[in-house]
Structures are given as C-alpha cells and as structure tokens.
C-alpha cells in the first residue's frame, strides 16, 4: 500500500511540476513576442508610472511625449477597457501607455 501512494505522490508531482514547466513557457513566450514591437508616438502622448497598477489612465502622469518618439515595448497588458503598453523611455525611466489614437505599433497588434 504505501509503495502504491508513493507512485502515486511521484505522478501527481511530475504533473505539477510539467504543467508548471508548459505555463512558464508560455508566459515567456508571450513577453518574447511583446518585446518585438515598437511603440511611435504621432501626437503628444501621455506615459503613466510603471507602479504594477491594474488602470487605464489611473496612473499618475509620469511625462507627456512629443510626436516622432520611437520607445520600445517591454510588455503588452489587455484590461477590461483598454491596452496598455509597458514600455521603456529614451532616458531609461519605465512606464505604460494606453492604446489610442496618438500611438502606432510596429507590427501592428
């Protein structure tokens, strides 16, 4: 019997460990993929603080950046209402931008 359990203890720990393996994968996959796009700014944009915030524009104002900047995205987050696009300033200071009308993304979403 307990050479049965201990079977049965190993199974059940392979399984959570593969299944832990496949979504570590997957969700490293996904940031791969984010991280191809680029982020053009074509009319004053606003970029919000990187804080880890679940919001839209909830954010507190980090800058506001002027057409023609090019930023690279870091992470692509779909929420309830909107996209936003974590993604890394010229200077170095990280943030998050909604999807909208003032922005284009290379490749396109």
Known sequence: MREMARKVLRFVVCLVFTGTGLLAIAWGWDVHN????????????????????????????????????????????????????????PDGRKGYIVLGPGISVSPPL
């Open 34 to 89: 984010d991280r191809k796009h680029v982020v053009l700014v074509n009319s004053q944009t606003t970029i919000f603080t990187d804080d880890g915030g679940q919001g839209c524009e909830d954010g507190e104002q980090l800058t506001t950046l002027n057409p023609g900047v090019r930023l690279k995205v870091r992470r692509i987050m779909y929420q309830k209402d909107c996209a936003t696009l974590y993604v890394t300033l």
